[in-house]
Structures are given as C-alpha cells and as structure tokens.
C-alpha cells in the first residue's frame, strides 16, 4: 500500500514495539542457522576401513596387514573400501606364514566389505553415515542426502510466497516452523536411510518458508529505518548466530539422533511467539480487513506509549494505486529484448556461481585441516563481519566493483590454497576463512543489486529467478564437496576458478549504484561491457529507499 509508512509514522521507528518484533522476528531465525549446515555433523563421514570380524582365525601378524595400503593426499593410509581375501590370509596364517618374510602380501586377492566397516568413534560416535554405511558403494548416498534438503528448500521457495499471500503472513510463519520442527522429530526415529532422507526434503520445504514468512512479516511491520537495519542486518546475522551455535551442539552431542533432536528443541521455544507477534497489518488491509489491522497499529501505539489519532487509515490512502501500465507482464519479459537476455542470463550465471561458492565452502569444511567443530564456528562467525561490509559496500560503492572485489576476493585465495605446504594447516584454514568472507559478502549483495537491474513491471520476476539459480546452486555444492574425498584440494580449485570467472562477468553488469530504479521495460540499464550508458531519463522515479538500501536482502540462505 502506497501510504501506508505515512500513516503509521506517528508510531516512530525504534519503540518497545518494534523492537520487540525486531529481535523476535530475528531470534525466529536462529533454527534456520541449525538445520541449514546440521548435515555436516549428522552425516559426517569419520576414518573407516573394512572390518575383520574377531571370528576370523588370524595371528596378529596377519591381523595387522589385512587391510591393503592406498595413497591419499600424498600418504599412504589403510584403504576404507578393500581388504585382502580373509579365507587367503587364514591359510597362510594357520601353515605359520609371515607377512613380508613368506609371503608377498600384496599379491594376495582383494575383496570389498563384505563384513561391513570399522569406524572411528574420536569425532563421531554415530552419525547417519556410520548408521546405514553410507560408504564405499553407497557414498554415492552422502551428497543426495544433501541435495534433497535443498531440494526441498527449492520446492518452498516456489510456494511459500504464494501462500503467505492468500493465508496471511503469521499463519503461514508458524505453520512452516511447525513443518520444520514436526519433521525433524519424526525425523530423530527414522530407521532407514530412505525415510531420513525424504524428511530431510521435507524439513527443507518448511526450512525456507519459515524464513522467507519471518523476512516478509517483518518487513511489513516495522517502520522505514527499522526495515532496512531487519532485512539487512537483522535475519541474516541472526541465521548466523544459528550457525555459530551448531557446532557447539555437535561437539558436546556426538550421536545423531541426540544431536539432531537437540537441535529441534528450541523450535518448540517460538510456540508463545504466536501471542506477542502481530498479522502484517499491510496484509490485513490488502484483504479490506481494515478494522483488524487499525487495531493492531492502536495495540502498537499503546505499546510505544503514543496516542494514536482519530483515524488512522483514510479511504482515499486504501485504494490500491494502479500500475502505469495494465498489460500483464509474465517470465517471457525476462528475454523479450537482446539486452534483457543478456541481464538474465547474467543473472542465472551471479547466483548459480555464489550460491556454490558459499554452500561449498561450508559444506566443505569436515574436509579442512584441523577439528571441524572450530573450523565450523570460524566459518560461521566469518559471516558477521562479512554482512556488515557488503551493508556498507551498498551505500557506498558501485556495485559492479563491490560484487567483483567480493567474489575476486573469494575465488583467488580458493584457488591459491593448493599452493599452501599441508604443514602450513593454520593458513590454509584463514585462506579458507577469507574466502568464505568475499563470497558471503557476495552472496548478500546479489539481491539488492539483482532488484535494481530490473525495471519494476518484472523485478519480482527477476530477483525471483536468480533465487531460483541459487537453489540449483545449493542443490549441486554437495556434489562439489564429495569430490573432496578423492582430493581435497579439488572442490576449492573448481569453486575458486568459477568464483573468479564470474567476478570479471560481473563487470559487463550495469551500474545501478546510485541511479533511479527503471519502472518499464524501455528504462532497463544497458549491458554494455565494461562502462554503461548513463541514464538521462527524467521519468525515472525513485523507489523507496529500503529497497535502495537492501530489503531484497532477504533470503541469502536456504
């Protein structure tokens, strides 16, 4: 509604109220934190090689050597996948052979394991993987499961701003963290890989619609100032709290079933939140239910210790102000003209490529030298620092260089780490740090830069499809980080070369930064490589400086 920020100004900006919605709002975030990355610690994947069951009539001798040596990461280490034929090794042990001395071990034949695997219980005393050996033949398995929470946090993308749209924001807000929640307790007693793995896809779908419920409720509610600070600051570094706080769980509760309901828990603490946060009042006008939402905005004041006027929603300010155009636009816009093509095909490439970049890097981090509990939280707390640059970098900067710096910045100390001596574990861990720090600033930027490529007759439309990249992006990072277990230095070549790529694409973008957002198709920015047409129209209007600001911000994550 066009007015509706002036008629709600005499409520100011920072009161009891809208702090209380802030925080709470923001705090509503946190689970997302937990169950974005948790599948790093549920389906962590510890040391394992073939086991050889006691029953086995073996000296000791032979015991020693019945798992064949392989070389990974230029060491030689017991193999997870073959032992030698134990039915040889018995023979040889009973006619009292020795390894090395009698007989040429490794000439002897190899099998896979048949009598399934010996785990290491240092980092994980069970996990999904250790649970349903999720190893070898069926690694395959590891990054599907992955795969299809993002999966379902694509699916949710699709459906939840439908929803909040026809059922109201808070409803769909609680019903989605009931989704979230519920599921992940089912979740805790699933008995087979295949249940666990549908649920997680579940889970996903209510995952991001909390999220994008919580953002659009928010949004609405809160003043101009309050709004910007929440959608640029606010859900973000709170969903990174979140994140922060996972491995402190993961390393206390070292079984997944106690870890994964440990993590559900505080979904129930939101439950009273239902009491205390108020429907969108700009949704309840949208309906024409104007007297709902006129009292929530006198239950505001009252709050804020204001006194709110006679009349607080005029009819003339009710009226739904009528596009400047009436022809309806569709997703077929985004390719009318060479030059919209262009801008959307650079779109797709922007949020496919950080989106993998990010969840790569963070998915990637069981690989890293060192205990994964810290490198998990330096990873997560990197991102604090990280949202506060790029809100910076977005009033202040042009948006060409900010993005290009971000992602250059990311992509080359990726690529660079294969250059760090394995001894030297310290740096290549802040290398990976620093990287995740420029492709996370990345990442929260692309919204506020893809809204303002776009005119306004399709920038829904647009900013859409770049999410719609970004959840392909997710759903293919694990495919990237399962490549580590081959080499580990391979995920951050191919994430660092496609982080740099784009990092020059994002230079043949126009600059936005600082000019009027387009309203028609006829005012949408030139591509034109390096330097871009200046924009002399008079008819361009300003938008609302939130959206200049960053309220696309939404939704950087799942």
């Known amino acids: 509604m066009r007015d509706y920020d002036e008629a709600t100004a005499f409520l100011g900006d920072w009161g009891p109220f809208q702090l209380t919605v802030f925080f709470l709002l923001s705090a509503s975030t946190i689970p997302n934190g937990f169950n974005g990355m948790s599948v790093m610690f549920l389906a962590g994947i510890p040391e394992h090689r ?72 240092d980092l994980y005393h069970s996990t999904v993987v250790t649970e349903w050996d999720i190893v070898c033949d069926n690694d395959w398995k590891g990054p599907l499961t992955t795969s299809l929470f993002f999966a379902g946090v694509l699916m949710g993308s699709f459906v939840s701003g439908q929803l909040s749209d026809s059922f109201g924001r808070k409803k769909i807000l609680f019903a989605t963290m009931a989704v979230q929640t519920g599921f992940s307790i089912i979740q805790v007693f699933s008995n087979s890989w295949e249940m666990f793995a549908i649920l997680f896809l579940i889970v996903g779908m209510g995952q991001i619609s909390n999220y994008v419920a919580a953002f659009i409720l928010g949004s609405e509610i809160l003043g101009k100032s309050a709004r910007i600070i929440f959608s640029t600051l606010g859900v973000c570094i709170f969903f990174a709290i979140g994140y922060m706080i996972l491995p402190l769980f993961a390393f206390f509760l070292r079984d997944w079933r106690t870890l994964l309901m440990a993590l559900t828990v505080p979904g129930l603490l939101c439950i009273p939140l239902w009491w205390i946060i108020p429907e969108s009042p700009q949704w309840l006008i949208a309906q024409g239910r104007i007297e709902e939402a006129e009292a929530i905005i006198r239950k505001a004041a009252k709050q804020n210790k204001i006194t709110a006027p006679a009349v607080i929603f005029k009819t003339a300010e009710l009226d739904d102000t009528k596009l400047h155009h009436s022809r309806r636009h569709t997703f077929l816009d985004l390719l009318k003209t060479h030059n919209m093509r262009l801008i959307t095909l650079l779109t797709i490439l922007l949020w496919l490529i950080v989106s993998i970049g990010y969840f790569g890097v963070s998915l990637n981090t069981p690989n890293l030298h060192g205990d994964p509990f810290l490198n998990c939280f330096l990873l997560a707390a990197i991102e604090v620092p990280s949202y506060i640059i790029a809100w910076q970098l977005l009033g202040r900067v042009s948006r060409r260089y900010s993005m290009c710096g971000a992602m250059l910045l990311g992509g080359v100390l990726l690529l660079l780490i294969q250059l760090v001596p394995q001894s030297l574990n310290i740096l290549s861990t802040f290398m990976v740090m620093l990287g995740k720090f420029g492709v996370t600033a990345a990442f929260s930027m692309a919204y506020v830069y893809t809204a303002e490529l776009y005119p306004t007759v399709i920038r829904n439309m647009g900013v859409g499809i770049g999410s719609m990249s970004s959840r392909v992006g997710s759903v293919i990072s694990p495919y990237f980080v399962y490549l580590g277990a081959y080499n580990r230095l391979l995920p951050y070549i191919l994430m660092g070369s496609l982080t740099v790529i784009m990092g020059v694409l994002v230079l043949f973008f126009p600059e936005t930064f600082g000019r009027p957002l387009p309203e028609t198709m006829d005012q949408a920015p030139n591509v034109k490589g390096l330097c871009c047409k200046k924009n002399t129209n008079k008819d361009l209007y300003e938008n609302s400086e939130e959206l200049k600001n960053g309220i696309i911000l939404m939704n950087t994550k799942l």
Do not use: F
Request: glycine content about 6%; aromatic content about 8%.
């Open 50 to 121: 073939c086991l050889v069951p006691a029953s086995a009539n073996l000296s000791q001798a032979w015991r020693n050597v019945s798992i064949p040596l392989e070389e990974r990461d230029g060491r030689q280490v017991e193999s997870r996948c073959w032992r030698y034929r134990l039915d040889a090794l018995t023979n040889y042990s009973a006619l009292g052979l020795l390894p090395g001395v009698d007989v040429n071990v490794s000439a002897v034949q190899r099998e896979k394991c048949v009598d399934g695997w010996q785990y290491a219980r």
